[in-house]
């Protein structure tokens, strides 16, 4: 891994760039806020790059290893991309109950993917979560932002399909 | 703004609603559940129904939060004759509005449970699903809009601040708290008012107050629904409390899985501040809170409130070891209260009712009311609010409708991954901390999830080892390594490799993470284990003589 000192600067001019950096002055560079600021860069990319974490060391005088260790520690943050689309299977306790193990399988039947892999293509990513808190549409996917409800084996993979097929 | 201020305002709202020239509210749950259901276009559809007939002088349409029974959403409610109609889609909206607003007549085949009743409640308020129930932390949920901050002025809302800022010393909170006999909703059930106490009494130039909403429990998501159905509830529970321990800063700690619920409570901010029941001198007096919302990031553990208070500064989510406690020593080494969402929920009715009003309701030792998340196998999955020592029958049965599919009741499981299961022939146990406990089980949170005899007790155990062993921090040894070892000879009984040795030694390692680890999650992560193996052993030995 880079030094800091090294870190290649990210284009000022981008968007995304513009926007953790307004994070970063609102939250007054304050280290406390790592946390939200991660949270940005997050939703601003879709996973956090290794540039971008170098950038916010900088901004907020951390040391590297607390800006990694904090990354790598919370399951919301990712070093890698989740892939264009992806599928959210919820194995929370009442999806558990209600077959999210079947659907899973049914998933890595039809696209060849496990839990937190993405397709060479980066076109899909799967991934699973403790709870996303809708127990009782169990058991629920989300797929990129639209839960799906009481999902079954059999249709669950031409959904995924039409969604990827759409872009 | 002054007291003065408020008070003309909520004058002038109660006059608005009681002088309401809609005759009908029609209300359209919008609590996450629903809205994933397709509740937004729904409601998008009744606007322009209602438009194109002409009917929006008398007819008001008003998105609210959670109404309780999940599963059967979308949801909608006309009032004032509470009719709920379930599984609206776009599609039979124009019946609707011609039946219930035209011909006045509900369409009883629509209304809520209807294709499972023998004959629909025409008032939902009469069916058992609502009937058992007695909502205070849910009060209001599903009734008002909870983005317009007027709503709840109407419904006695920032009353009790008003009471407690200009009649009441944080003693005198302190001392109606400590007698409504309330505990902690959180899921160790510690005294609420004794809590706030210990902090009052620490002496130091900043305070804080913690709001726990980091709901990581799979299968519990009542404080979401707190928060997305009312959040003015949460935040004026919060500002009694700064109030009563003395504190000017309060964080509120919202798992980043709810952004709807993140979203209403900052709206919830924004407008409280606009109002000047929040922020600097409030209601004109010298006292100054002020929230912030902190988003978490998926980490279980961060429920606990050391890992929590480590999260809020910004660094990795571990615990500490206790003493000091955060009430002596919390967020930045100062004394900090932390409290569940839906403790906070049941702040302002002990305000306004009274400590005794509330410690009559419940059990001895239980007082008021629990919401329980209920889910699984079961007819009417939901968010239920009940007496404490309402009977897990009472709440299977009569409320949650039986079994789904007409199968057997197996288990019922509590408190997440930190609880156990209660098998049927322990069904008439009262809900409360102490009968929970006695049975090796916990209320937690209150996630109720209902099993059938598909369910493999073993499997279950396994599942919930898989959990702990994912979201032990690694911080202490028995839990890191316990919670592995733990699950692999589970992995090893599933797989039908295992041997009665193998059983002897889960036994004595879940003694030894019990004792052993740092925090609640290593201490609690045997639990499952545990009460699968005292009321479900034969499926364990069962697999083992498989061999």
């Known amino acids: 891994m880079d030094t800091v000192q090294s870190a290649p600067d990210l284009p000022k001019t981008d968007p995304?760039?513009?926007?953790?950096?307004?994070?970063?002055?609102?939250?007054?560079?304050?280290?406390?806020?790592?946390?939200?600021?991660?949270?940005?860069?997050?939703?601003?990319?879709?996973?956090?790059?290794?540039?971008?974490?170098?950038?916010?060391?900088?901004?907020?005088?951390?040391?590297?290893?607390?800006?990694?260790?904090?990354?790598?520690?919370?399951?919301?943050?990712?070093?890698?991309?989740?892939?264009?689309?992806?599928?959210?299977?919820?194995?929370?306790?009442?999806?558990?109950?209600?077959?999210?193990?079947?659907?899973?399988?049914?998933?890595e039947r039809q696209f060849a993917l496990k839990p937190g892999q993405v397709s060479t293509d980066n076109k899909l990513g799967v991934q699973v979560a403790r709870c996303i808190g809708a127990c009782g549409l169990a058991p629920a996917v989300v797929l990129d932002e639209e839960v799906l409800a009481k999902v079954n084996t059999t249709d669950i993979a031409d959904k995924i399909k039409a969604k990827i097929s759409v872009s | 703004m002054n007291r003065q201020d408020l008070q003309t305002i909520i004058y002038a709202e109660k006059a608005k609603e009681l002088n309401n020239k809609y005759k009908h509210k029609l209300c359209v749950c919008c609590g996450a559940s629903c809205i994933s259901?397709?509740?937004?276009?729904?409601?998008?559809?009744?606007?322009?129904?209602?438009?194109?007939?002409?009917?929006?002088?008398?007819?008001?349409?008003?998105?609210?939060?959670?109404?309780?029974?999940?599963?059967?959403?979308?949801?909608?409610?006309?009032?004032?004759?509470?009719?709920?109609?379930?599984?609206?889609?776009?599609?039979?909206?124009?019946?609707i509005v011609q039946s219930?607003?035209?011909?006045?007549?509900?369409?009883?085949?629509?209304?809520?449970?209807?294709?499972?009743?023998?004959?629909?409640?025409i008032d939902a308020r009469e069916d058992p699903f609502f009937k058992k129930q007695m909502k205070i932390a849910l009060r209001n949920c599903g009734h008002i809009n909870p983005e317009k901050i007027e709503e709840y002025l109407v419904h006695n809302g920032y009353t009790a601040l008003d009471k407690v800022l200009f009649q009441l010393s944080p003693e005198e909170v302190i001392a109606e708290i400590k007698q409504s006999?309330?505990?902690?909703?959180?899921?160790?059930?510690?005294?609420?008012?004794?809590?706030?106490?210990?902090?009052?009494?620490?002496?130091?130039?900043?305070?804080?107050?913690?709001?726990?909403?980091?709901?990581?429990?799979?299968?519990?998501?009542?404080?979401?629904?707190?928060?997305?159905?009312?959040?003015?509830?949460?935040?004026?529970?919060?500002?009694?409390?700064?109030?009563?321990?003395?504190?000017?800063?309060?964080?509120?700690?919202?798992?980043?899985?709810?952004?709807?619920?993140?979203?209403?409570?900052?709206?919830?901010?924004?407008?409280?501040?606009?109002?000047?029941?929040l922020g600097t001198n409030i209601l004109g007096t010298t006292f100054s809170f002020d929230v912030e919302v902190r988003i978490g990031a998926g980490a279980f553990v961060c429920g606990e409130e050391t890992a929590l208070i480590a999260s809020i500064e910004g660094k990795r989510g571990t615990p500490k070891p206790r003493p000091p406690f955060p009430a002596e020593s919390g967020l930045w080494g100062k004394p900090t209260l932390i409290n569940n969402v839906e403790t906070f929920a049941g702040i302002v009715p002990i305000i306004n009712n009274g400590g005794e009003w509330y410690s009559d309701i419940g059990t001895p030792k239980s007082a008021g009311t629990k919401v329980f998340a209920l889910a699984g196998k079961i007819n009417y999955s939901g968010l239920i609010e009940v007496p404490m020592g309402t009977s897990l029958r009472e709440i299977v049965f009569d409320i949650g409708g039986g079994v789904q599919g007409g199968g057997e009741f197996k288990a019922a499981q509590t408190g997440g991954p930190s609880g156990g299961c209660i098998p049927a022939e322990h069904l008439d146990v009262k809900m409360d901390y102490e009968s929970l406990i006695s049975l090796g089980s916990i209320m937690g949170s209150g996630g109720l999830i209902i099993m059938d005899q598909s369910s493999d007790m073993v499997d279950v155990a396994r599942y919930f080892m898989e959990f702990c062993m994912d979201?032990?921090?690694?911080?202490?040894?028995?839990?890191?390594?316990?919670?592995?070892?733990?699950?692999?000879?589970?992995?090893?009984i599933c797989d039908n490799k295992g041997t009665s040795i193998d059983l002897e030694r889960l036994e004595e390692l879940a003694a030894y993470v019990k004792e052993t680890s740092l925090c609640g999650l290593g201490a609690s992560a045997p639990n499952p284990l545990l009460s699968t193996l005292r009321h479900f052993r034969h499926e364990y030995v069962s697999r083992i003589e498989q061999e």
């Open chain 2, 181 to 277: 006999r309330m505990r902690g909703r959180g899921g160790a059930g510690y005294p609420t008012g004794l809590k706030w106490e210990t902090v009052y009494k620490y002496v130091s130039d900043q305070k804080y107050v913690i709001c726990n909403g980091d709901e990581g429990d799979p299968g519990a998501f009542m404080d979401r629904s707190v928060l997305e159905g009312n959040p003015h509830r949460v935040l004026e529970g919060m500002t009694i409390a700064a109030y009563a321990i003395g504190a000017s800063k309060g964080y509120a700690y919202i798992r980043g899985e709810y952004p709807l619920a993140i979203k209403r409570f900052e709206l919830a901010i924004k407008q409280a501040k606009k109002l000047g029941v």
């Open chain 2, 100 to 121: 219930q607003l035209v011909d006045k007549k509900p369409i009883e085949d629509m209304l809520i449970f209807s294709d499972s009743r023998p004959k629909p409640f």
């Open chain 2, 37 to 95: 259901s397709g509740s937004e276009e729904v409601m998008k559809k009744l606007q322009e129904e209602i438009k194109t007939r002409g009917l929006e002088a008398e007819v008001e349409v008003v998105p609210t939060g959670c109404m309780g029974p999940c599963n059967q959403g979308p949801l909608v409610k006309f009032l004032p004759e509470y009719n709920i109609y379930q599984k609206v889609d776009c599609s039979n909206i124009k019946r």
């Open chain 1, 16 to 107: 995304r760039v513009k926007l953790i950096a307004a994070k970063i002055k609102k939250e007054n560079y304050k280290p406390d806020a790592l946390i939200e600021i991660l949270h940005t860069a997050q939703n601003a990319y879709g996973y956090l790059p290794m540039n971008v974490l170098k950038y916010i060391t900088k901004a907020l005088r951390l040391p590297p290893s607390r800006v990694f260790s904090t990354v790598t520690f919370y399951h919301f943050f990712s070093l890698k991309s989740k892939g264009e689309h992806t599928c959210l299977v919820c194995t929370g306790t009442a999806c558990y109950v209600k077959g999210a193990q079947g659907i899973l399988n049914e998933i």
């Open chain 2, 471 to 492: 979201e032990s921090c690694g911080k202490c040894v028995p839990c890191r390594v316990g919670t592995k070892m733990m699950h692999d000879l589970l992995q090893k």
